[in-house]
């Protein structure tokens, strides 16, 4: 229902909920999960049904008196007529209330989809404006997904101690130990407890230790999990999307792309190859591979991934120093890169993802005697170990070390930061021929030593 001049909105609704909550005041419980005092467009119904609300938040009875003076006092102009009225409805079921509930709520959305195309036609037809052009399109598609989102998020405040209950329920029940999104990596999921929405893992390293293969095992690991819900979107700013098939198909099969290059292969490869491609098949894995996105791409993309009947678990930018930076305004580097390391924790929290991102380091490592990364070799900017929740380091000794065999295959996964973990080496073991990590299967192998 419309009125005339074609805004979205129902009288009867909006008096039916209010009716409802003046004659029960318990109705309350039902329409407050559903609506809010600003999802009305009768100003006269939702000074009244805030009145209900502020004379129960105070303790006291919400009768007619109470709430007629209350709003008075307020010098809301309002009739006793009206409030007479209201008092004198008809009670509503619960079903008839929720259904009420949910008119009010869709033609709300309905007024703010209005209003936010309003101010998007401003914003695009503005060409004073500075902002760039990309800036100003993921505003108006991200204030048009708020609207989306609008009623169905949970509230972001709650008292402590309607929460603390909860937390006790889920740790007697082993539900808070259940973890996040597993990698496949036995010993980090372990450390880690899995990978957590919100959370921005920044997996580092210098050139050639194998942040690309690392990062595909794991979002292949996670893509072809049957318990995971939702794509696996990886962003590849370095490689095409063929380059990286042909290391997914490497990886999986345990073939090396050289065999099938070199039209090599025997009849057990060919049928590894075979299983391998029907696994990627299946799998929930998704690659972009334009080359210098900004954050706002990534997360335009996301946010439509998001948003789709699959959903989104996994996000994996390769690498952060090859993205572009949103405004073109005479910032430092660093500036740049704290602000995209900003924008990725964001994104992580905005879809409630966990975000894997690659990242360079310096050149510290080469010039120590021990080559192990640390925090302080992160490239360009401290502002990334700052954002992230997780630092982790990949650490090949046979890159320094080429003629020792010992070093042969040793790789180590070092984390370095975990904000609610602790932080220690694991061993992994580099299939070069695959581009392929995979568990160690020493017990011994915690650290290498020369």
Same mark, same amino acid.
């Given at each position: 229902?419309?009125?005339?001049?074609?805004?979205?909105?129902?009288?009867?609704?909006?008096?039916?909920?209010?009716?409802?909550?003046?004659?029960?005041?318990?109705?309350?419980?039902?329409?407050?999960?559903?609506?809010?005092?600003?999802?009305?467009?009768?100003?006269?119904?939702?000074?009244?049904?805030?009145?209900?609300?502020?004379?129960?938040?105070?303790?006291?009875?919400?009768?007619?008196?109470?709430?007629?003076?209350?709003?008075?006092?307020?010098?809301?102009?309002?009739?006793?007529?009206?409030?007479?009225?209201?008092?004198?409805? &008809? $009670?509503?079921?619960?079903?008839?209330?929720?259904?009420?509930?949910?008119?009010?709520?869709?033609?709300?959305?309905?007024?703010?989809?209005?209003?936010?195309?309003?101010?998007?036609?401003?914003?695009?037809?503005?060409?004073?404006?500075?902002?760039?052009?990309?800036?100003?399109?993921?505003?108006?598609?991200?204030?048009?997904?708020?609207?989306?989102?609008?009623?169905?998020?949970?509230?972001?405040?709650?008292?402590?101690?309607?929460?603390?209950?909860?937390?006790?329920?889920?740790?007697?029940?082993?539900?808070?130990?259940?973890? *996040?999104?597993?990698?496949?990596?036995?010993?980090? &999921?372990?450390?880690? #407890?899995?990978?957590? *929405?919100?959370?921005?893992?920044?997996? !580092?390293?210098?050139?050639?230790? *194998?942040?690309?293969?690392?990062?595909?095992?794991?979002?292949?690991?996670?893509?072809?999990?049957?318990? @995971?819900?939702?794509?696996?979107?990886?962003?590849?700013?370095?490689?095409?999307?063929?380059?990286?098939?042909?290391?997914?198909?490497?990886?999986?099969?345990?073939?090396?792309?050289?065999?099938?290059? #070199?039209?090599?292969?025997?009849?057990?490869?060919?049928?590894?190859?075979?299983?391998?491609?029907?696994?990627?098949?299946?799998?929930?894995?998704?690659? &972009? +591979?334009?080359?210098?996105?900004?954050?706002? +791409?990534?997360?335009?993309? !996301?946010?439509?991934?998001?948003?789709?009947?699959?959903?989104?678990?996994?996000?994996?930018?390769?690498?952060?120093?090859?993205?572009?930076?949103?405004?073109?305004?005479?910032?430092?580097?660093?500036?740049?890169?704290?602000?995209?390391?900003?924008?990725?924790?964001?994104?992580?929290?905005?879809?409630?993802?966990?975000?894997?991102?690659?990242?360079?380091?310096?050149?510290?490592?080469?010039?120590?005697?021990?080559?192990?990364?640390?925090?302080? +070799?992160?490239?360009?900017?401290?502002?990334?170990?700052?954002?992230?929740?997780?630092?982790?380091?990949?650490?090949?000794?046979?890159?320094?070390?080429?003629?020792?065999?010992?070093?042969? *295959?040793?790789?180590?996964?070092?984390?370095?930061?975990?904000?609610?973990?602790? @932080?220690?080496?694991? $061993?992994?073991?580099?299939?070069?021929?695959? @581009?392929?990590?995979?568990?160690?299967?020493?017990?011994?192998?915690?650290?290498?030593?020369?």
């Amino acid at each position: 229902m419309t009125d005339l001049s074609g805004i979205p909105q129902s009288w009867d609704a909006e008096k039916a909920i209010v009716g409802s909550v003046c004659v029960d005041p318990e109705a309350i419980g039902v329409t407050a999960s559903i609506i809010k005092p600003s999802d009305f467009y009768w100003s006269s119904l939702r000074f009244v049904y805030e009145g209900i609300v502020k004379v129960l938040e105070s303790g006291g009875p919400a009768t007619k008196i109470e709430v007629f003076e209350l709003l008075r006092r307020s010098d809301s102009d309002l009739s006793a007529d009206l409030i007479e009225d209201l008092y004198a409805s &008809d $009670p509503v079921n619960t079903a008839h209330l929720e259904s009420h509930c949910g008119i009010v709520s869709d033609y709300a959305a309905l007024r703010r989809t209005i209003e936010v195309c309003r101010l998007g036609i401003v914003g695009a037809t503005n060409l004073s404006s500075e902002k760039p052009v990309r800036q100003v399109i993921d505003e108006i598609e991200a204030a048009i997904l708020g609207v989306q989102e609008d009623g169905r998020s949970e509230s972001s405040s709650a008292r402590a101690r309607d929460l603390i209950s909860g937390l006790l329920n889920r740790i007697e029940s082993q539900e808070v130990f259940s973890g *996040g999104i597993k990698t496949g990596f036995g010993k980090f &999921d372990h450390m880690t #407890n899995g990978l957590s *929405g919100g959370e921005l893992v920044i997996v !580092a390293g210098r050139p050639s230790m *194998g942040k690309t293969a690392f990062a595909l095992n794991v979002a292949m690991n996670v893509a072809s999990q049957r318990s @995971t819900s939702g794509d696996v979107a990886v962003f590849s700013l370095e490689m095409d999307r063929d380059s990286l098939m042909q290391r997914l198909l490497a990886s999986e099969s345990r073939v090396s792309a050289k065999q099938w290059q #070199n039209n090599s292969l025997s009849g057990e490869e060919s049928k590894r190859l075979g299983v391998a491609a029907a696994t990627i098949s299946t799998s929930s894995l998704w690659i &972009d +591979d334009r080359a210098s996105q900004t954050v706002l +791409d990534i997360r335009a993309k !996301a946010r439509r991934l998001a948003m789709s009947p699959q959903g989104l678990s996994l996000i994996l930018v390769d690498y952060l120093q090859l993205m572009r930076p949103t405004e073109n305004n005479g910032r430092s580097r660093e500036q740049e890169v704290a602000q995209m390391s900003l924008g990725l924790k964001a994104l992580a929290r905005e879809l409630d993802v966990p975000v894997i991102c690659l990242s360079q380091l310096s050149r510290g490592p080469d010039q120590r005697t021990d080559k192990r990364p640390l925090l302080s +070799d992160l490239r360009e900017s401290g502002a990334i170990e700052q954002d992230a929740d997780m630092v982790c380091f990949l650490f090949r000794p046979e890159y320094y070390f080429p003629n020792d065999p010992t070093f042969q *295959g040793a790789a180590e996964l070092i984390i370095a930061k975990q904000r609610n973990g602790p @932080t220690g080496v694991i $061993p992994l073991v580099w299939q070069k021929a695959y @581009t392929r990590f995979d568990n160690s299967a020493s017990k011994t192998q915690e650290r290498f030593t020369y």
